[in-house]
């Protein structure tokens, strides 16, 4: 529940000042009744019209999911294939905030705020993301000295990553590491491990800012709690300031 003039400028409709003007002027009618009453609170369920037209309201929800192969990140797929919000039961008009590729698994959160999508998304924020990663090779100190500095492949430039728990396989040449990057470019763990000459096997997201999916199945899912959508506005806000 929140008051209705903050409901009206979510909406987008005006500001919530112009809000208060037009609830004063008898403008604004919740559930057929006009409403001239300051701060009522208003939900979801509420039907609320200004100047005699419907508010799209939506209450914001936010969940991660632990997201398994074989399905992508946009909503419509001209080949069908499994959509990742598909694994999750809401009316709401979510999705995902972010991507990760057709044969990449882990976390993802899904949203229907556009305004926290941008601000987990966006290149300024900086918020932190671990990747288990699976390597057909293996990363030599160079590579990780390398991988510290920044990478340039085909162009784009890849900030500073930071590697942990490596583990080998002589073997079968092969190596298991977790790699820290704090930008989100298409792509970026396997054009990074391309530019350093190796293949990477698997690709499976242990953590997006605070959020992990440890215990959870693939294509489990669940609510964020209120305080970890706090949280990670505020690593987002934090990492704008580095
Ligand atoms: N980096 C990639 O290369 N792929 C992903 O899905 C995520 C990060």
Do not use: W
Not at 154 to 177: G, I, M, P
């Amino acid at each position: 529940m929140e008051r209705l003039q903050k409901t009206i400028a979510k909406a987008g409709i005006c500001s919530r000042r112009k809000a208060e003007e037009l609830i004063a002027q008898g403008k604004v009618k919740v559930n057929g009744e006009i409403v001239t009453e300051m701060g009522i609170k208003v939900s979801g369920n509420d039907v609320i019209e200004v100047n005699g037209n419907l508010v799209e309201f939506q209450e914001k929800e936010y969940y991660v999911l632990n997201k398994p192969k074989s399905c992508i990140c946009s909503n419509n797929d001209e080949k069908g294939r499994t959509a990742a919000i598909q694994y999750i039961d809401t009316k709401a008009r979510i999705f995902t905030v972010g991507r990760l590729d057709y044969d990449t698994s882990g976390v993802l959160l899904c949203t229907n705020d556009g305004a926290f999508c941008n601000e987990m998304i966006h290149p300024k924020y900086h918020l932190p993301k671990i990747y288990k990663v699976n390597l057909q090779g293996i990363l030599t100190e160079d590579d990780i000295k390398k991988l510290k500095k920044g990478i340039i492949f085909e162009k784009e430039k890849y900030s500073y990553a930071k590697v942990k728990n490596l583990t080998v396989d002589f073997v079968r040449n092969r190596c298991q590491f977790e790699l820290t990057i704090y930008e989100g470019k298409n792509h970026q763990v396997k054009n990074m491990m391309k530019a350093l000459g190796y293949e990477v096997r698997r690709l499976h997201r242990i953590q997006f800012g605070n959020i992990r999916v440890d215990d959870m199945a693939f294509g489990q899912y669940r609510r964020l709690k209120p305080y970890e959508v706090k949280e990670l506005k505020r690593m987002a806000q934090e990492g704008r300031k580095q």
